[in-house]
């Protein structure tokens, strides 16, 4: 069993830059895939990032390619997501989630994760 805690969202503008934590339970974390998805109101949740265990294989939603980036610290149990040149379309509740080991064309396949977070809002303000 593993819980996540998503922390670090808040209000921005746009143009700037918020970094997102995830901060997981369990011994096992190295071996879990992580990733972040988020869903804004009235849409589905969306791919957003994904990491493999080592940190070794990353994965980027189209919407985000060149401006975020996953990373993670198994030392600490924890998973990042760096967010710069943040849009009002970013505007969204972002969620953490974990899975064991899946095929990397899986990554983005929000069906594939078993444990999630309940969510930090990010607001981008125009």
């Known amino acids: 069993q593993v819980q996540l805690v998503e922390s670090g969202g808040g209000l921005v503008q746009a143009g700037g830059s918020l970094r997102l934590s995830c901060a997981a339970s369990g011994r096992t974390f190295s071996s879990y895939v992580m990733g972040w998805f988020r869903q804004a109101p009235g849409k589905e949740r969306e791919f957003v990032a994904a990491i493999s265990w080592s940190g070794g294989n990353t994965y980027y939603g189209d919407s985000v390619k060149g401006r975020f980036t996953i990373s993670r610290d198994n030392a600490k149990n924890t998973v990042f997501l760096q967010m710069n040149s943040l849009k009002p379309e970013d505007t969204a509740v972002y969620y953490c989630?974990?899975?064991?080991?899946?095929?990397?064309?899986?990554?983005?396949?929000?069906?594939?994760?078993?444990?999630w977070g309940h969510g930090t809002q990010v607001t981008v303000s125009s």
């Open positions: 989630a974990a899975t064991g080991a899946i095929y990397y064309r899986d990554y983005g396949n929000r069906k594939m994760y078993d444990y």
